[in-house]
C-alpha cells in the first residue's frame, strides 16, 4: 500500500523568503512518481511539479523545486521567493505503478496551508 | 491543452433527489476518469475509476448503488449522487491522465455538492 505523510497542517512565511513544505511516503513500488499540486480558495488543482522515481536530479520548475531524497522516502517541496498568491493549500501525491499509462491513481497526503505574509 | 470541463461548478439539492455531475475532456480522448471527493479542510479521497466501456472500480467503502458512475464515451465521465443526504455534501472533483506522456493528471474544476 502507498501512503503519503505531510506532516505539517499550516506554514507562514513572509512575501520574498523561501519556504520548504514536507513530504514524505512509504511504498514497495521500485517505479512510482511525486507529484506537488496547488488548490486555492477556489478548489482547482494547479500542477506544481513531478519527480519520477528513477529521475536523476531534482525537478525543477520556475520557483519550485522538489528536494528528492529517495533514500529517505521524501520529497520536499520549496518555494523560493514567496508571493502573497502562492498562499494556497499545497498537496504532495504519489502515483505507484500499476497498469502503464493512465490507469494509475493518485494517493494524496493531507496537505499544508501556507500562507505568506507581507 | 488536455483540458477536463467539470460541471455543474456548484448546485444545491434537496435531500432525497439525485444529482448528477459531468466531466468531459475537451481535447483528448479521456480513457479513464478518477473521482474524487473532498470535506472541507481535508485531503482528496479517491471514491472511484471509471473506464469507458467497462464497470467503474470503486474504493472500499463507496457505496456502488449511491455513486452512480457511467464513462459513456471517451470524452464523457458521470458521477450520479443519488438519493442525496446532507452528509454527501462535499466537493467533487474528476481528474484524468493526462497526455501525450501520460505520467500527469489533469483536474476538473470541481462540483461543490450541498445536499438541503
Not at chain 1, 536523476?56 to 523545486?65: I, K, L, V, W
Not at chain 2, 459531468?22 to 471527493?37: N, V
Amino acid at each position: 500500500a502507498q501512503k503519503i505523510t505531510q506532516t505539517q497542517p499550516g506554514m507562514f512565511v513572509q512575501e520574498k523568503e523561501a519556504v520548504t513544505l514536507d513530504c514524505t511516503y512509504d511504498t514497495s513500488d521500485p517505479s512510482y512518481g511525486l507529484f506537488w499540486y496547488k488548490q486555492p480558495s477556489s478548489g482547482e488543482m494547479i500542477f506544481l511539479i513531478y519527480q519520477g522515481s528513477y529521475d536523476q536530479q531534482n525537478a525543477t520548475e520556475g520557483r519550485y523545486s522538489l528536494n528528492f531524497q529517495k533514500a529517505r522516502k521524501s520529497a520536499n517541496l520549496v518555494i523560493s521567493a514567496s508571493q502573497l498568491g502562492d498562499s494556497a493549500m499545497y498537496f504532495c501525491a504519489m502515483r505507484g505503478r500499476g497498469l502503464t499509462g493512465g490507469g494509475n491513481k493518485l494517493t494524496f497526503g493531507t496537505g499544508t496551508q501556507l500562507k505568506v505574509e507581507l | 491543452g488536455a483540458v477536463v470541463s467539470q460541471h455543474p461548478s456548484w448546485v444545491i439539492c434537496k435531500s432525497g433527489t439525485s444529482v448528477k455531475i459531468e466531466c468531459r475532456s475537451l481535447d483528448f480522448q479521456a480513457t479513464t476518469m478518477f473521482w474524487y471527493r473532498q470535506f472541507p479542510k481535508q485531503s482528496l479521497m479517491l471514491m472511484a475509476t471509471s473506464n469507458e466501456g467497462s464497470k467503474a472500480t470503486y474504493e472500499q467503502g463507496v457505496e456502488k448503488d449511491k455513486f452512480l458512475i457511467n464513462h459513456a464515451s471517451l470524452t464523457l465521465s458521470t458521477l450520479t449522487v443519488t438519493s442525496a443526504h446532507p452528509e454527501d455534501s462535499s466537493f467533487y472533483i474528476c481528474s484524468a491522465p493526462r497526455p501525450p506522456a501520460n505520467y500527469g493528471y489533469t483536474f476538473g474544476s470541481g462540483t461543490r455538492l450541498t445536499v438541503v
